[in-house]
Nanobody, 128 residues
Framework: QVQLVESGGGLVQAGGSLRLSCAASGRSFSNNGMGWFRQAPGKEREFVASIRGSISGYGAGTEYADSVKGRFTISRDNAKNTVYLQMHSLNAEDTAVYYC?????????????????WGQGTQVTVSS
């Protein structure tokens, strides 16, 4: 079966950095769009970043929410079947459970309803 497993979350001081990993198993996701979402207590699930599958040859392969643009970077290592989210300049508003998601199609999306596979989430807590 297909599984996505997030790791790398933890407690970090404001202004610090973390790198989240999403390890996929059960199938290759190299040609699939992948995304990161987050959910804080009492709030709706929020889009963070997405990346196109490697089969896509067009530019603008990554997209970011305005709240994280310039601070977060999504990337992928197809040899490891893994997607990453590098986070810098973290602040208290970044505190949330972060979820990795995968699509059956090659392009990323900002809509959580467009994703077919989800990880269990990893907690990121930023102290201020």
């Amino acid at each position: 079966q297909v599984q996505l497993v997030e790791s790398g979350g933890g407690l970090v001081q404001a202004g610090g950095s973390l790198r989240l990993s999403c390890a996929a198993s059960g199938r290759s996701f190299s040609n699939n769009g992948m995304g990161w979402f987050r959910q804080a207590p009492g709030k709706e699930r929020e889009f963070v970043a997405s990346i196109r599958g490697s089969i896509s040859g067009y530019g603008a392969g990554t997209e970011y929410a305005d709240s994280v643009k310039g601070r977060f970077t999504i990337s992928r290592d197809n040899a490891k079947n893994t997607v990453y989210l590098q986070m810098h300049s973290l602040n208290a508003e970044d505190t949330a459970v972060y979820y990795c998601a995968g699509r059956r199609y090659g392009y990323g999306s900002r809509r959580y309803t467009d994703y077919d596979y989800w990880g269990q989430g990893t907690q990121v807590t930023v102290s201020s």
